[in-house]
């Protein structure tokens, strides 16, 4: 039996999630440190997403 | 681009790697990363190991010339594997409780011992294993991938998703997880499941970390990557054998609630005297042996018996029925070398065709014809539970098999009686005469034998040549 369908070059492959990611490093050994660096980067796209948006709403 | 006119729908997802099935062969495609790929699964010795665990199903590699035709624009350098077919695909919505843990243990020990080899496995889809019987066989050569070192465990959320939340879902909340996972292919999120734990489960450690917690991290930081996160992910090997270790024992200790169900075992101790009972089991037998099929579907199959009958007789055989808690049962009965695949499916709803473009997952008619389809026990069910008019019933079966036992019940029966008990009797066209006349629509009747000591009547029959 012959199955027919255009294939389709679909995009990437299976999403590991950012909280996948994250438990892994945090079983890994890396722990505290990870949660710490976490919240530091966090804190700092905070911060970078603020410009951005002044200089958008200050284009005429 | 890959181009082609035969690929398996259930196979586009990777653009490197397809699968197309023609005859009596699976082929299986693999080009640029993937071909390198394959290659290593190969000289590293972890593919005829698999095989020779029979985790994997033997393969052979396939030359130039022996490329099936109607393939179009694989390169010269693609390498191309071809196995045997399964004898019969089936689903993770469709696995009682006990074939989908044994399926995320199998998954578990192949990472396991890919990571052994130096390679892993790129995603923990349960689509990537299959059933001989009851057990497990992991079909998705493709997914075999060179560890690269320090990059984690790409699977693992999808690994949580497909197998380790539904299992939790029946185990620790006790919902059957069947449904949920025919409507969400991708499976559960730990967000979801962490709605419905009940507190005491979600301070298990492991329950917490890999439901909770990582449904906490997941919806303060997702959606954002590393560069955003100010973090650079790496996870080395041994964590990774570690965690795979914490999750086998995880999935390892969980249990299905067992509860009894209404049908477990009223019809099975009730209905039949010892005499009826060998009456039925040796009218069942002469008709398979005799037919000799190749697939037999026992629908409404309850716990078992005449499908283990019918496994003696044919290459294979698929026991399906709507209650998940007699599936469960009957999977208890079966040794891993006999060849019944138990199913949980409601007959009324069967299994849909599913998927990108409605092909990637074949319905269960998609998926036939039985050689030989047992309804035993069955048509008054449909008939009266189900509303359904017998000639519908007949079409149908004609329909999936080519041909069967069909046992009719008729209203003497304490079982009708029990099924129209708080039910106005609207069934006029019920009868032996009508029965029959709506079976040889789609049927010739080759046999009949009226059970002793019982009014049912059982009915071999084979489809009209006519019938597609």
């Keep these: 039996m012959h199955l027919y369908v255009d294939a389709v070059s679909v995009l990437a492959y299976v999403d590991p999630t950012t909280g996948g990611?994250?438990?892994?490093?945090?079983?890994?050994?890396?722990?505290?440190?990870?949660l710490v660096r976490l919240l530091r980067g966090r804190v700092r796209a905070l911060f970078r997403r603020q410009p951005r948006v002044e200089n958008e709403e200050s284009r005429p | 681009m890959l181009r082609s006119s035969a690929?398996?729908?259930?196979?586009?997802?990777?653009?490197?790697?397809?699968?197309?099935?023609?005859?009596?062969?699976?082929?299986?495609?693999?080009?640029?990363?993937?071909?390198?790929?394959?290659?290593a699964a190969r000289s590293s010795g972890l593919l005829d190991r698999l095989v020779e665990r029979r985790a994997v199903l033997p393969y052979e590699l396939v030359s130039h010339d022996e490329r099936p035709s109607g393939w179009l624009g694989l390169e010269a350098d693609a390498v191309v594997l071809r196995q045997p077919r399964l004898a019969f695909i089936s689903y993770p919505y469709e696995w009682p409780f006990g074939l989908l843990k044994r399926a995320a243990l199998f998954h578990l020990d192949i990472l396991r011992t890919a990571l052994e080899a130096g390679l892993i496995l790129k995603d923990s889809s349960a689509y990537n294993v299959q059933f001989e019987g009851t057990r497990p066989v992991f079909i998705d050569l493709g997914s075999f991938a060179r560890l690269e070192p320090g990059i984690p465990w790409r699977g693992y959320a999808q690994f949580c998703a497909m197998f380790l939340n539904p299992l939790l879902l029946q185990a620790a909340v006790g919902l059957p997880f069947q449904s949920w996972l025919r409507s969400s292919l991708e499976g559960i999120t730990p967000d979801e499941l962490a709605r419905l734990l009940p507190l005491r489960q979600k301070l298990r450690p492991s329950i917490f970390t890999n439901v909770v917690l990582q449904s906490q991290l997941q919806r303060r930081f997702g959606g954002l990557d590393p560069d955003e996160l100010a973090i650079r992910p790496r996870v080395e090997l041994p964590a990774i054998l570690r965690q795979v270790e914490r999750l086998r024992g995880l999935v390892e200790s969980l249990r299905a609630p067992a509860s009894t169900s209404t049908w477990s075992g009223y019809e099975d101790n009730t209905s039949y005297s010892a005499a009826a009972r060998t009456a039925k089991?040796?009218?069942?037998?002469?008709?398979?042996?005799?037919l000799e099929?190749?697939?037999?579907?026992?629908?409404?199959?309850?716990?078992?018996?005449?499908?283990?009958?019918?496994?003696?007789?044919?290459?294979?055989?698929?026991?399906?029925?709507?209650?998940?808690?007699?599936?469960?049962?009957?999977?208890?009965?079966?040794?891993?070398?006999t060849r019944v695949l138990p199913l949980v499916m409601d007959l009324r709803n069967p299994s849909p065709e599913q998927g990108w473009g409605q092909r990637e997952r074949h319905g269960l008619k998609e998926r036939g014809k039985a050689d030989v389809v047992l309804a035993l026990a069955l048509v008054h069910h449909l008939r009266f539970g189900a509303n359904v008019p017998l000639g519908a019933i007949s079409a149908w079966l004609a329909g999936i098999a080519r041909a069967g036992v069909v046992e009719f019940v008729p209203r003497s029966d304490p079982m009708v009686r029990r099924l129209l008990a708080w039910r106005e009797d609207v069934f006029d066209d019920y009868d032996e005469e009508t029965f029959e006349t709506e079976l040889r629509r789609h049927f010739v009747i080759t046999a009949t034998e009226s059970l002793p000591e019982s009014t049912r009547k059982l009915y071999s029959v084979r489809a009209n040549a006519d019938a597609a």
């Design chain 2, 293 to 337: 099929p190749d697939i037999v579907w026992d629908l409404g199959c309850n716990r078992g018996e005449y499908a283990l009958i019918a496994a003696k007789h044919s290459r294979a055989v698929v026991a399906i029925d709507g209650d998940p808690k007699v599936v469960e049962l009957m999977l208890s009965r079966l040794s891993p070398e």
């Design chain 2, 7 to 39: 690929t398996d729908p259930g196979s586009l997802r990777d653009p490197h790697s397809a699968v197309v099935v023609q005859g009596r062969f699976v082929y299986r495609f693999f080009r640029g990363p993937a071909s390198a790929d394959i290659a």
């Design chain 2, 281 to 290: 089991a040796g009218f069942v037998e002469r008709v398979v042996t005799e």
């Design chain 1, 21 to 34: 990611i994250l438990i892994q490093m945090l079983l890994g050994g890396s722990g505290v440190m990870i």
